[in-house]
């Protein structure tokens, strides 16, 4: 049984509700009390099969998961979510820091990864940066390149004839270099612009998701790898 649902004291909850799943209550708590700071509703469950009822039923803007959870692990709800096409942005919470879980959390299609011990501070406003890319965008822009095509106000894209669906990073990821046909970007200056952090955090996760893109884009992807220096996007969408 999920904590019910809670909003910061005296503060309308205009930012939505957050859904943490996490098995420890005081990391939990802990990390309810810095979201509702920032005027997030939130949700808390213990274990995998209540977070995969909560997202049905509560239909949270953002998830917060540990991976290491009882009953059903997160790398499993993460994988049940956007395998029925939920692709609601996941950020993962979990004590081990392999290399191995961080790219296996970001191919199943989550969106950011920290590490335990963390600081709740960091955390909410990673949480604060995936959801923030998806504001303010122009109702008119759609951009195209090569044979993609990014809708930024409905945020959807397609290839020909066919939709692809995106996690929010990915999306946020293509749009930032389809905004800028043919300009080069490092892999640092892709991780501060769409992630919102600094290189230290390890640029590894940008080829993650580049590699991730351009499975889901096919043959239409856009995205040119400058070796040794980054990624752009135009229509010969190859290395060089």
Known sequence: M?????????LSVSRGLVLVVEDDRAIADLVCMYLRREGFGTHVETDGRGALAAVRSMRPVAVILDVGLPVLDGIEVCRTMRAGGDWTPV???TARDDEVDRVLGLELGADDYVTKPFSPRELVARVR??????EGVPASE???????RVDLLKRRVWTDADEVMLTSTEFDLLAHLMRRPGQVFSRQQLLSAVWGYSAAAGTRTVDVHIAQLRGKLGSSSPIRTVRGVGYAADSSGTSC
């Not at 999920?2 to 005296?10: D, F, L, P, R, W």
């Not at 940066?129 to 998806?134: G, I, Q």
């Not at 759609?142 to 993609?148: A, D, H, K, Q, R």
């Open 129 to 134: 940066t995936v959801l923030r890319r998806s």
């Open 2 to 10: 999920g904590q019910a649902t809670e909003s910061a004291a005296g």
């Open 142 to 148: 759609v951009l195209e390149v090569g044979g993609v």
């Open 91 to 93: 950020l993962f919470v």
